[in-house]
RNA sequence: UCCCCGGUAGCUCAGUCGGUAGAGCAGGUGGCUGUUAACCACUUUGUCGGCGGUUCGAGUCCGUCCCGGGGAGCCA
């Protein structure tokens, strides 16, 4: 009976009668036709109605139809050169299901704190959902990326009993009375165990820090993809690293040129980025900022502004590798061919977007290992665990995190990464 | 934690030298047989963030607190 259709198959449906289910984004009259556009999650779609040529019931519907009211409707699937998507359809009935209360968000222009508090109902609009499948297209690029070269994926624990790194502030929760338990802020330690299991490992799930830090490129809770190898090397994983990035794109921009058109992000700075990504060592980093003015003593770590300078000096994602050590967490092996440094890299991201990627290569001797705890002054009762896998069988290994909010912020060219995440959490923002 | 900017109608904002509150949009009513953030006419809507102070008089000046935005520090 019913030819149940998504608004975006319309183009295969030409000349059929078809039912769509959705909402009203907008309706607009001119006496005795009146058009109401719908939107269903897939498209927008504008249907016409005609007086005389509709069931009169029908026609009138339109009058109480408010925005964002649910809906069901049949017509006749009509190309249109006039329509965006280039169909349109001839209603033939119209069904309200809801009609909608005064809809706060209008076709308008709207501050960011109004609509970071309607967030819920923010999705709706049509740049939200472009995000949202970029961002869902992102995130198969990456399992697919990993499952093709067979790594496994292990996830790694949110509660943890202490922190990965004794730098960070954690958000610390109550643990049936008698305890306390910390959200996680990565899951590289677990994966490191896991990588000495299967080989080749990733992770990707939610992180938590509880930083004070109100930026545009900063969220307390997002989603870091992380991987971790056996046997690697920095420069396996900076190949690896590099390759993973090229892979995203290649994919955002096979699929998702729509959406990316929509959030009017343009093509060519994507379209540029191909292998090899320029690689600096921090020390040659420095050189390369002085010459552009900025001084920056060797040993201190780089800036916000630092960090800005040198994503913008390349058209595509740069390499820095080997900082300093005293700038690192504990676990980075230094490198043996200048120990003041440590075998880590950061991708910076074009456009001045910044750090999406940080990895290093593991230190892998338990002795020293135990040098670096003492060091960073942590206890080592609670790391026993992660040292035993320096005991039995250690290995070189390597691995990375990933950034997804900010990977996604820069495909689709957002200024802030509090979009390209469903419901943010930011410092002074936990509702909606 | 620090620095800068802001808070006026449901939304986006204007408000001059301190003189008693405005516009556009949204909502409502009517009109229009191809509209594209439709248009035209009419129309409802205020704890000027809170508290205190100066003043004959405060949206406007001063103090303080709250909230938001941008940035820094911090941050795989």
């Not at 959902?129 to 496994?152: K, M, P, S, T, Y």
């Not at 299967?198 to 989603?223: I, M, Q």
């Not at 900082?323 to 043996?336: I, L, R």
Request: hydrophobic fraction near 40%.
């Amino acid at each position: 009976m019913t030819n149940l259709t998504y608004i975006e198959d319309l183009s295969a449906k030409a000349g059929q009668e078809v039912t769509l289910q959705g909402w009203l984004y907008n309706k607009r009259s001119s006496g005795k036709v009146r058009f109401l556009i719908l939107r269903d999650g897939t498209g927008l779609v504008q249907s016409v109605m005609v007086k005389g040529k509709i069931p009169e019931a029908d026609f009138a519907a339109f009058d109480r139809l408010t925005q964002e009211s649910s809906l069901w409707v049949t017509g006749l699937v009509r190309a249109e050169p006039r329509a965006p998507g280039g169909y349109e359809l001839d209603l033939t009935s119209v069904h309200p299901w809801h009609l909608a209360q005064d809809y706060p968000i209008a076709p308008k222009e709207h501050g960011v704190d109004f609509l970071l508090n309607h967030r819920h109902l923010w999705l709706r609009s049509p740049r939200q959902q472009a995000i949202l499948r970029v961002r869902d297209e992102i995130i198969r690029a990456c399992r697919d990326f990993f499952g093709e070269r067979r790594f496994i994926l292990v996830d790694t624990p949110i509660f943890t009993p202490t922190a990965c790194e004794g730098t960070t502030t954690l958000f610390e929760t109550d643990y049936f009375g008698d305890r306390k338990a910390y959200l996680t802020q990565s899951g590289q330690l677990y994966l490191e165990a896991a990588a000495m299991a299967l080989g080749k490992v990733y992770c990707f799930g939610p992180t938590f820090r509880a930083e004070k830090s109100k930026t545009r490129r900063h969220l307390t809770e997002f989603w870091m993809l992380e991987t971790e190898i056996a046997f690697a090397e920095l420069e396996d994983i900076m190949a690896l690293a590099e390759a993973l990035i090229c892979a995203i794109i290649q994919r955002v921009l096979a699929t998702r040129v729509k959406e990316l058109t929509a959030l009017e992000r343009p093509l060519g700075p994507l379209e540029a980025i191909q292998p090899p990504f320029p690689r600096l060592s921090y020390t040659a980093a420095l050189e390369r900022l002085a010459a552009g003015g900025h001084q920056v003593p060797w040993g201190e770590d780089l800036g916000a502004p630092e960090e800005s300078f040198l994503s913008e000096s390349f058209d595509r994602p740069v390499l820095i590798h080997r900082y300093p050590k005293n700038c690192k967490a504990f676990y980075m092996k230094p490198d043996p061919g200048d120990p003041r440094t440590v075998l880590c890299v950061d991708v910076l991201a074009p456009e001045g977007v910044g750090e999406i990627v940080g990895g290093s290569q593991r230190e892998d001797d338990l002795e020293a290992l135990l040098e670096r705890l003492e060091e960073h002054h942590l206890p080592r009762e609670p790391l026993e665990w992660y040292l035993d896998l320096r005991r039995y069988g250690s290995v070189p290994h390597s691995g990375f995190g990933l950034g997804l909010e900010r990977l996604v912020a820069w495909i689709c060219g957002l200024h802030h990464v509090r979009e390209a995440i469903p419901f943010p959490r930011l410092m002074d923002r936990l509702a909606p």
